[in-house]
């Protein structure tokens, strides 16, 4: 994906085993989409955590948090229920998201990748960030969603 490009068009299961529309957030609010590898690992259990901490704060900004992987909705609910994450999880096992947005593979595609996505209220790309480092993503998020509501 590229900037000022919309959100696909895509449904996937939530934590629930609901669909999951990502067009369904366009004109209600802004939203961050971060895709990381697995459930109950140590880096993604803390990037996880880093979101779920400063939850509030993107609230408060007028976004939702949406996390990405190839998990199960079973899975993902038992991750949620440990570690009291109060977003929305979405299961990709075919990896048609990564596909559709574009998330590379790392260390010579062995590992799904970790980017996250920023999307204004009309469905809008305004910034992308791929790092393999956890701790980096949440306050990218927050500071592109403040300098842009500002």
């Known amino acids: 994906m590229e900037i000022g490009e919309l959100v696909p ?8 085993g609901e669909n999951f529309n990502f067009s369904d957030l366009i004109h209600k609010k802004a939203f961050v989409v971060y895709f990381y590898p697995k459930d ?12 779920r901490d400063r939850y509030e704060d993107f609230i408060e900004l007028g976004a939702e948090v949406i996390g990405v992987s190839a998990d199960s909705p079973k899975l993902h609910s038992k991750f949620i229920k440990k570690y ?50 956890a701790s980096r993503h949440m306050p ?10 500002n």
């Not at 109950?40 to 979101?51: D, L, V």
């Not at 977003?87 to 596909?99: E, H, P, T, V």
Request: proline share 4%.
């Open 9 to 16: 068009d895509l449904v996937l299961k939530d934590q629930h």
């Open 40 to 51: 109950f690992t140590p880096g993604c259990t803390k990037q996880a955590c880093s979101f």
């Open 84 to 133: 009291e994450l109060p977003y929305i999880f979405l299961s990709d096992k075919d990896k048609k998201a990564r596909k559709a947005f574009g998330v590379k593979t790392n260390l010579l595609g062995l590992l799904p990748g970790r980017e996250t996505f920023i999307f204004d209220k009309k469905g809008k790309l305004l910034h992308k960030f791929n790092s393999m480092s």
């Open 140 to 149: 990218e998020a927050l500071a592109v969603l403040k300098k842009k509501t």
